[in-house]
């Protein structure tokens, strides 16, 4: 056993094992690892569930494939078995549905004084949100 | 109102810039909104109305006449159109405009770029210079992937690599997604 740790909406550190380049976690490690748990009826998260059909896709022997769980629910993930990470992406809808249907995506985000704002904390004002840099 | 989010890693680099102004300045050094929003250079302005819709996607607007001679463009007109907006509920035309989601690709520079940007926190130069390198191959002419990673690798924004890249996103055609007024 080893650890993996997950750069998602929060960093997580889990202990499991890499086989064949795989990140394996514990069944009731998923839900730690990237907020979707494993249920009856599918990987499931707050009210969503997605079907998994007998979970042959994302099980190796008793374990769960993290990049194969992410892969169920659409959300992009890049694996470095060497340094022990996955990064695991937003989910693929909340961008189209930004670009197709203009949703705006909710995020959080601490200002410079560390304290954290969120899109929606401003709802019911016109907003222009401004990307910026100092490259 | 505005809502600034810099795209950046350095706090102190953004304190300068962010220097007397009053709206709230975000930090975002792990690159999300590149990541929702699909957004590929800076600055980037969306709009966003009342009831969380997006009125006028990503579009290439600046908040200053420093890089006109540059672009060709003045931040006057945007402005107008944002005044227009706030206080008539009037977009210009180009508001429609659909932007091309991020390929697959494009997507996974994001995540390199962010697995590279942690392991430079934690020290690891190493890992983070490949991860830097994946992302840079997954997506050549994406400035946020490029070119926000070169002060993380102790190379110059604004210097030869920079020139480099512009010179070749620029032979491509300036794929840039969102609106681009000054192209």
């Known amino acids: 056993m080893t ?13 499991g094992e890499w086989a064949d380049g795989s990140p394996l976690v514990e069944p009731d490690a ?55 990470f996955v990064v695991l992406g937003q989910p693929n809808a909340t961008r189209r549905a930004a670009l197709q249907d203009r949703q705006a995506p909710d995020f959080t985000l601490a200002d410079l004084d560390g304290t954290s704002h969120s899109l929606s904390d401003y709802a019911g004002k016109k907003r222009l949100l401004v990307a910026f840099s100092s490259w | 109102m505005v809502i600034a989010v810099a795209i950046d890693e350095s706090i102190d680099e953004v304190r300068v810039l962010a220097d007397g102004i009053t709206y709230p300045v975000l930090m975002d050094p792990d690159h999300l909104l ?36 540059f672009t060709g463009r003045t931040c006057e007109g945007h402005f107008n159109q944002v005044r227009a907006w706030v206080h008539e509920g009037v977009v210009p035309d180009d508001a429609d405009s659909q932007i091309a989601d991020l390929d697959d690709d494009e997507v996974a520079a994001r995540l390199h770029f962010r697995l590279a940007a942690h392991l430079r926190r934690a020290g690891d130069e190493e890992g983070a210079a490949r991860h830097f390198d994946a992302a840079a191959e997954l997506a050549p002419l994406d400035f946020t992937v490029v070119r926000a990673a ?14 480099k890249l512009l010179e070749e996103y620029q032979a491509a055609g300036s794929p840039f997604h969102g609106i681009n007024p000054a192209s």
């Open chain 1, 30 to 84: 998923l839900s730690a690892a990237v907020g979707w748990t494993l249920k009856p009826e599918g990987l499931c998260r707050g009210d969503q569930c997605v079907l998994v059909g007998d979970g042959s896709a994302i099980r190796v022997g008793d374990k769960l494939d993290l990049a194969a769980v992410a892969n169920a629910v659409d959300q992009p993930t890049v694996v470095d078995p060497d340094a022990g």
């Open chain 1, 3 to 15: 650890t993996i740790t997950v750069l998602g909406d929060e960093v997580a550190t889990t202990a």
């Open chain 2, 150 to 163: 070169m002060p993380l690798r102790g190379e110059s924004p604004f210097g030869e690599e920079f020139f």
């Open chain 2, 34 to 69: 590149t990541e929702m929003y699909a957004i590929s250079n800076v600055p980037a302005v969306i709009w966003i109305d009342e009831q969380g819709r997006i009125a006028r996607p990503n579009a290439n607007e600046f908040g200053s006449d420093m890089f006109s001679e």
